[in-house]
């Protein structure tokens, strides 16, 4: 039976409704005390991001990753497997980080990534790409195609959408299984978007439907029917992007969150000089 950790890595400040929106980053350490899965891996430092985004922000980079990971008892070196669950900036840095795991991603991410959506060219930066094609050992990499197990307890369910070749990770715990589903409805309010535990604004008439997310490759049919895929396959979702998530599973087990506080955190924007 495996364990998720929730690794917080940083926050990025996006600007939102006249003010910013704080979003976290994070990564997930899953581990039966054998084999050890890096779900994502992180940004970009912050002072990067900011000048390449012009987006603030708080931690990313190497050093974030490694504090986090030794605040669970590990090191970069004892990673078997790398997942990013996608090739964006913030779920995809730091590869390089690893150079003795096997990084497992879906075949289809990387030509997006090499030609993205007009829209989505932002969010994939070169270098990601890069690290991923410097790794020529056959034991460094692995491109797979659809839903497969990664290992005993551990699948990989092609769940397009967000971008085409988004893979989200479903964890066999000893409560049942999680999905990792990062950016596949990266708030709990795109998957319970009528709950009012959920979000602040709930929208009664999607009470058995899903909210696609608003930065998507595919078409919002394609983005709904991977949701109820995943949905069907797991006992609970674990989005990318909220501050709710649990900390620890299944210590921390709960299928969607008990309260709106930290559904949307808002900060005021700067004060104009002079
Ligand atoms: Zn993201």
New binding site residues.
């Given amino acids: 039976m495996f364990e998720i950790h929730t690794l917080r890595l940083g926050e990025l400040l996006i600007p939102h409704a006249g003010g910013l929106l704080r979003?976290p980053?994070h990564a997930w350490l899953v581990t039966d005390g054998k084999v050890r899965i890096l779900v994502d891996s992180g940004m970009p430092d912050a002072a990067e991001v900011k000048a390449r985004l012009k987006i603030d922000g708080t931690g990313g980079g190497q050093e974030s990753l490694r504090s986090a990971l030794a605040e669970v008892g590990t090191t970069p070196d004892a990673i078997d497997f790398v997942v990013p669950t996608h090739l964006?900036f913030?779920?995809a840095w730091n590869l390089d980080l690893f150079p003795n795991a096997c990084v497992v991603i879906q075949r289809d991410e990387v030509f997006h990534a090499i030609d993205p959506a007009p829209t989505q060219r932002i969010y994939y930066f070169k270098e990601t790409v890069i690290a991923f094609l410097q790794r020529k050992r056959p034991s460094q990499f692995r491109l797979v195609d659809g839903d497969v197990d990664l290992t005993d307890g551990i699948s990989l369910i092609r769940a397009p959408g967000h971008t085409p070749g988004m893979q989200v990770v479903v964890v066999t715990t000893a409560k049942g299984k999680a999905a990792l589903v990062?950016?596949l409805g990266?708030h709990y309010r795109s998957w319970f978007p009528a709950d009012p535990r959920a979000t602040h604004t709930p929208m009664r008439f999607l009470a058995d439907g899903f909210l696609p997310g608003a930065i998507r490759s595919e078409s919002e049919r394609t983005y709904v029917e991977s949701m109820a895929r995943v949905k069907a396959a797991s006992d609970i979702v674990v989005p990318?992007?909220d501050f709710r998530i649990p900390r620890h599973m299944p210590r921390d087990w709960f299928s969607g969150p008990s309260s709106i506080d930290d559904d949307l955190t808002h900060m005021s924007p700067p004060k104009a000089a002079g």
Avoid: P, V
């Fill in positions: 979003d980053i964006h913030d779920h990062s950016d990266d990318a992007h």
